[in-house]
């Protein structure tokens, strides 16, 4: 299957400060990514949805001056949590469909997470 | 909200077939059921999607009952490396960009020795 990764995999930080995610799709095109977070031993929860070249859709509830989502091309996407609390330490999942066309998109791929610890 | 309901957990003994039941009582005619597991500290990773049809591959098979309200995924022949938090998802399939992916609370298997 279709390989997206995310980087760093683990980040700590200092409260106040910036941190940047990347996300990609290594050997395919997509136009949507998402952008979930996953609390210890609790399901994952969207925060956005991402398309090439526009805005990005949040979900209810999330922030989006303090979570802020470029999605520059096709197989890049960034998470921005910008002034990190303690409170933002979570496992951030991103997301990719692929891009087929003329076919119903099925394919969803998950990124390997990155986990952030604001200190 | 999510559209499915799974048990909180199940145990299945390594090398027996393991039946993981979901409820989409509202699914409507135009969704799909997938399967998605997520082991510890990964991201998601894709099992297998179905209509109304029941599906198979490599990985497990999908028996959707005949009117679409619940489905069974079936791992044959279990082993440790499947313990894992199964989700059952309902989502349109659509050109394009499409539905979002809304995971529930799962069901944690523990395969056992």
């Known amino acids: 299957g279709a390989v997206v990764s995310q980087h760093p995999s683990r980040v700590i930080c200092k409260s106040g400060t910036s941190v940047k995610i990347e996300c990609r799709s290594l050997?395919?095109?997509?136009?949507?990514m998402f952008w979930y977070r996953q609390f210890p031993k609790k399901s994952l929860m969207l925060m956005a949805t991402?398309?090439?070249?526009?805005?990005?859709?949040?979900e209810q509830g999330v922030e989006k001056d303090k979570f802020l989502i470029n999605h520059a091309s096709l197989t890049l996407s960034t998470l921005t949590v910008t002034s990190a609390h303690p409170e933002d330490s979570s496992f951030y999942i991103c997301s990719a469909r692929a891009q087929r066309e003329g076919q119903i998109n099925h394919e969803q791929f998950f990124g390997p997470g990155t986990r952030l610890t604001v200190l | 909200d999510a559209k499915t309901t799974q048990p909180t957990s199940m145990d299945c003994a390594e090398g027996r077939a393991a039946n993981l039941p979901c409820n989409h009582s509202?699914?409507?005619?135009?969704?799909?059921v997938y399967w998605y597991r997520q082991i510890h500290s990964q991201g998601p990773q894709y099992i297998i999607h179905?209509?109304?049809n029941n599906e198979t591959n490599e990985m497990a098979s999908l028996i959707i009952t005949e009117d679409r309200k619940s489905s069974t995924l079936i791992l044959p022949h279990a082993t440790l490396r499947d313990t894992a938090v199964y989700y059952c998802i309902v989502r349109g399939g659509l050109f394009w960009g499409g539905f979002k992916t809304i995971f529930g609370a799962g069901t944690r298997l523990f395969v056992k020795a």
């Open positions: 179905g209509l109304k």
């Open positions: 991402s398309n090439e070249g526009s805005k990005a859709t949040y």
């Open positions: 509202t699914i409507s005619g135009n969704e799909y």
């Open positions: 050997d395919f095109q997509a136009t949507t």
